[in-house]
């Protein structure tokens, strides 16, 4: 049926009285073995349908077929076909058959003594002028024990010329053929049984899926009759018109009924409305097809359906694989029906093109496919209808359950109800004090404990701060004795070099007195001791001064107020903040991006900040114990939308329970009295205040990396 839409197979057989050198016979040797000819044809083409016998007899044109089935696709032109026989068996009669029910006409020659034994058949004409009753071509040909001859055929159709040609004695090519009506007899029977079955299942359920399927069988079977001759030879043996009309009518009502199935039974249009609408494109090709070969237009005709074809079978493959992986069962009964179709087809396909070799399973997957499909799909059906079936009952008996259940509840309720009003209504009201007296405490207790972590963290800034401040200033003040001699030496100098500037002595005197008591004081010395003590003095003061800077960038007092700001320098100024707590034994590398401002709450996301280094800081020592190894990694980067901050660090790591846990309010892995257990709480809601994310990676043993995203702009 949907061989035409997947390829064009012509077999071609070549005939032939006159003695061509380069090829060689058909050796019939075995009486009980029917020959398929692949090799020792030739072939010439007459496009103007105006050769004779004589011509031919005469011409020189003939070419060879090297090897395999021929094929020569759909053409206007006329083929002459000649092979060379030899018949070594002890039978002087022999038989050759054209396995290509649906050529138009089919032009035999023989030389038979003095004259040309002619025969004359095909689609266009009735049934009666075969010469063997048989849906293939049959022709007897006389050759003698021993010896060769060449016979002719003439082949032309509208529909593609496929010419699978074998030759054999009487008894192998009869016994081919009866064992052909068997199978195809065993086929129809099939097929015919399936119809009718579902004709009943549909009379009995009214499931339209029933009808449909229906439709689509009966068009498989009398396609498929089509393309065996069957349907020429057993239903309408003297309407030659009907015989050559049906090999391009059939195969559309065939494609169209199948597509209109699968539509229904996959319910396309509900699981894929859009996919569903290209099939009125496929249906549209079919009917320009079909009116293209009733307008005599044949090779338009065929070509169109076999585009068609391959078109829609891939399509519908693809859609039915799609549903079936989302969870729709029928689906896959479906695929499997299809791809057992598809794979008897390929392999019929192949076998003409000589992929496969030529025996009685390859010359009828085609038919034994769409068998299975058949089979295949109608279990599907009832399988459809099973569920269908079931979730009916199981919906009537949960509803007649339910519709129980209600009743004695509905009974039991009516004695109580009132009762039961009272007394719950009075729980309520009890409940909902205690609810609100819990709500007032819970509000208390979170403003409490909310202090407390903001005075644990003011805390731990007081003493970072003291600490910070006080290394610089001890510098300035341990400076300033010295410095304070130096300049009290340098006062009494001036006082010593005035006296001797006022002195009657003589200058050179005076210089060299001048000279001694520079030396005497060591005054480079001094000079260069000065210059050391005001620099050390300076830098005390700038470092107070920076941390003096980096305390107002942490602690803003805008809190409630959304401005941008700059995350390095809010990182930063917490490191300055945190920098008693390395010890310097963490080694802190820092990975800063060029970001842009940021609206946000400056000091929320300080104090989150602060939070994680101090977490980061306290996993490290948990790791290392104050000894060196410690590295604190800060990075930031940002994309066209957010700013991403991570904080990682090289400490004891986390196990899956305490990364699950580790936002819930008052979970702390740190010993009693070291943390209160909010800090990372605080941290999740300002970040979601944000609405940002956060991201944590940590192993046990390795190291832990909090990834804070943060949108530039919020919205």
Known sequence: MFLRFFTVLICCLPSLFSVAQNVAPVLITNPEKNYI????????????????????????DFQIWAQGIPNFATTKSAYWLKVRLRNETSNSKLLLRLSAPTLDSVWYFENVGSEIKTTATGAAFPFKYREKVSSDFIFGVTLAPGSEKYVYLKVCSSSPLVLPLSAGSTTAISDSDKYKDIFWGMYIGLMVAMLLYNCFVYVTTRDNSYLYYIGYVLAVVITQITISGYG????????????????????????????????????????????????????????????????????????????????????????????????????????LAW??????????????????????FTAFTMPIGSAMEVILLSFALADRINILKKEKEKHQADAIAAL???????????????????????????????????????????????ESEKMTS???????????????????????????????????????MEKIAKSEDAI????????????????????????????????????????????????????????????????????????????????VEKQYANLPMIECYPGKLNQVFLNMIS?????????????????LTIKTECDEKNVIVTIGDNGIGMDENTKKRLFEPFFTTKDVGEGTGLGMSIAYNTINKHNGHINIKSAPGVGTEFIITLPIIQK
């Open 37 to 60: 000819l692949t090799s020792g044809l030739e072939y010439v083409e007459d496009k103007s349908h105006s050769l004779t016998i004589d011509d031919v007899l005469r011409t020189s």
């Open 232 to 335: 020429f030879q057993l239903l309408w043996p003297g309407n030659s018109w009907l015989a050559v009309a049906t090999t391009y009518l059939t195969p559309p009502l065939a494609g169209i009924g199948g597509v209109e199935f699968m539509r229904h039974f996959l319910k396309t249009r509900t699981h894929m409305p859009k996919a569903d609408k290209a099939f009125l494109i496929f249906y549209a090709l079919y009917i320009i097809a079909t009116i293209a070969g009733l307008a005599g237009q044949y090779s338009v005709t065929f070509n169109l359906m076999d585009m068609t074809a391959s078109t829609v079978s891939i399509y519908m493959l693809v859609i039915a694989v799609i549903i079936w992986r989302r969870g729709y069962r029928p689906a896959g009964f479906f695929l």
């Open 339 to 360: 791809i057992a179709f598809l794979a008897g087809v390929f392999i019929f396909v192949f076998k003409n093109f000589n992929i496969l070799p030529y025996n009685n």
């Open 404 to 450: 129980r259940e209600n009743e004695k509840i509905i009974r039991e309720q009516n004695t109580v109800l009132e009762l039961r009003v009272n007394e719950r209504t009075k729980e309520l009201r009890e409940s909902n004090d205690n609810l609100n007296q819990a709500l007032t405490d819970l509000k208390e207790k979170e403003t409490q404990l909310v």
């Open 458 to 496: 003011l805390g731990q800034l007081t003493a970072g701060i003291a600490h910070e401040i006080n290394n610089p200033i001890n510098f300035v003040t341990s400076n300033v004795k010295p410095l304070n001699r130096d300049v009290l030496i340098l006062l009494d100098a001036v006082d010593e």
């Open 508 to 587: 050179a005197v005076k210089e060299k007195a001048i000279e001694d008591y520079k030396t005497e004081i060591d005054y480079d010395y001094l000079k260069i001791e000065i210059d050391q003590l005001l620099s050390g003095i300076g830098e005390g003061a700038s470092r107070t001064a920076e941390i003096v800077k980096g305390l107002r960038i942490f602690s803003r007092l805008d809190e409630d107020d959304l401005k941008k700001a700059d995350i390095n320098e809010g990182l930063d100024s917490t490191l300055i903040i945190t920098n008693n707590m390395l010890n310097n034994s963490i080694n």
């Open 615 to 631: 977490n980061a800081i306290y996993a490290i020592r948990k790791q290392f114990d104050d000894k060196p190894g410690g590295v």
